[in-house]
């Protein structure tokens, strides 16, 4: 019986794996660096050294269905890493096949916001909907569509960029894309910090708790820590964050009517500081027949969890 | 051998009706108006009158495999038609229901976009893919969205209305839902009808051809004869609309990535006057890898008949 599957998420910093049952516990876990390694395969050795011990405690590989993988741009159609910008092997990386080989088992990969979404489908907040999307407000902004119980890929992978849609034409330029007015632009962590620096620059006269600190040492954790002090320009870059991302949202539902909007990462911390100018604007901006019914709602899986637990999901998937 | 099917497109004005083999051959097709009677009842005794001796002509029900229904507003889980603006009948309508009592077919029924992009895909220019979305540029704007050979539908069955996305936050207002800066305030020939009128006030100095028009009589048809004849405000107007056409479409693409977008409706009439700039603004607000992949073509059906072909298939697709 194949009670076990590894899930393992690719970060830019971390790359982080476990055990995970059917059930989605997690039974062992572990993390190691992910650009430390001169070549893929070396990363991959790394990945066999660690993780093979945990498959033996789990009682050998034939207690394992697969490894599913979370990597960014991980493409599920091919088992592809395809150009991701955050990651040391450039080009074409076929991980699945790599890992397979090295492995002996059954791999899974797809992109790691898609895995996010795959957690929250089994495990999570949207356990038993068939149509929601998972927004990912860390570093960047990412996404997982889910429509008729099945992640959203597209013709060729690569669906659910939600990050790079335009909010804002003409608006502030994405150093990574050069796009003009993206969400990601505003609604990430780093586009918070830019929004930071913009209004204490625009407000020079408005006293502000972020004062306090040299302008490269203002993250979006800067930012939260004034606003529930009180201090008004921070509590306005929640509000102008939330007047954003709830546009944005009007414009996903109004593409895929889903039943509800998961919120997850670094940024939801925030809570309700971030979800009612969220809410407000999202409700403001969709027709009638989609007023008051889109649950919009934060992760329930801690964060750490979540990615391990997603990437495993996709070996139970099929 | 059920070979045939009715197809029933139901327009604000008029109701086109046919009889289709599963090739999307059209045997026979009439109208009748949407409007004019007083009561639903009514008018589906109307259509039965209309549409019974073409059943019999194509040799007995027994040839037929059931009746698709193309509607405003038509959800395709309920069978219902749920608060249609343009139709006399308010409120929820159990059109299906109603129409196979009366028939004694099944009866299938979506709204009138969806049914158009099951057209395009059984019989158009979508044939063979199974990612695509259909934009109807009409006096609104409609959508279908096509993913992995199935129209999406959402939870409720209300997915797929892009017209009503924003891509110009706080910018025009549309008249029908009071949100500023959606997709249809620009793109519908009403949308270029006002922009007409709003470029025709903002340049006073500009010669134009349209300004021979009383403004009521200036509509999209009047802004592409002008434009064809070298009119520099009515190219800008081309210009314009599809510098928003192209961004919103670009948000599309990065939603689910499909093969291609076919483009559908009136204002289509103006080819590549519409389609560069649509194009050029598209590609522009892709990240890289969307780029140069997305097909942007015109449906290869003529309108008339698309109606009826989209809702007939909604027969043949189970």
Do not use: C
């Amino acid at each position: 019986m194949e009670d076990y599957a590894i899930g393992i998420d690719i970060g830019g910093t971390n790359t982080k794996f476990g055990v995970v049952d059917r059930n989605g516990h997690i039974l062992e876990q572990d993390r190691t660096l992910t650009n430390a390694h001169e070549s893929v395969q070396e990363y991959i050795e790394d990945l066999y050294e660690k993780i093979r011990p945990m498959i033996d405690r789990a009682g050998g590989i034939d207690k394992f269905a697969g490894i599913g993988v979370g990597a960014p741009n991980g493409n599920y159609y091919t088992g592809n890493i395809e150009y991701a910008a955050n990651l040391k092997w450039q080009g074409i990386i076929p991980f699945a096949s790599m890992m397979a080989t090295r492995f002996g088992m059954r791999v899974k990969l797809t992109n790691d916001a898609n895995a996010a979404a795959m957690g929250e489908m089994m495990y999570g907040a949207a356990r038993g909907m068939k149509h929601f999307i998972t927004i990912t407000l860390g570093t960047g902004v990412g996404s997982g569509i889910v429509i008729d119980g099945k992640i959203v890929l597209g013709h060729d992978g690569f669906a659910g960029e939600l990050g790079h849609t335009i909010i804002r034409p003409g608006g502030r330029v994405h150093k990574g894309t050069g796009i003009h007015g993206s969400l990601e632009a505003y609604a990430s962590a780093t586009g918070m910090r830019e929004t930071a620096l913009e209004m204490l620059t625009q407000h020079p006269e408005t006293p502000s708790l972020m004062r306090t600190y040299k302008s490269e040492d203002i993250t979006s954790q800067v930012v939260y820590d004034a606003a529930v002090k009180g201090d008004k320009i921070a509590q306005e870059i929640f509000e102008f964050t939330g007047q954003l991302l709830g546009e944005a949202l009007a414009n996903f539902i109004m593409f895929s009517s889903p039943e509800a909007i998961v919120l997850f990462g670094g940024v939801t911390k925030a809570g309700d500081m971030l979800l009612n100018p969220t809410r407000q604007a999202m409700e403001a901006n969709l027709v009638q027949v989609f007023k008051n019914k889109v649950k919009l709602m934060f992760s329930e899986l801690k964060e750490a969890d979540a990615a391990i637990l997603g990437a495993s999901a996709l070996i139970w998937e099929s």
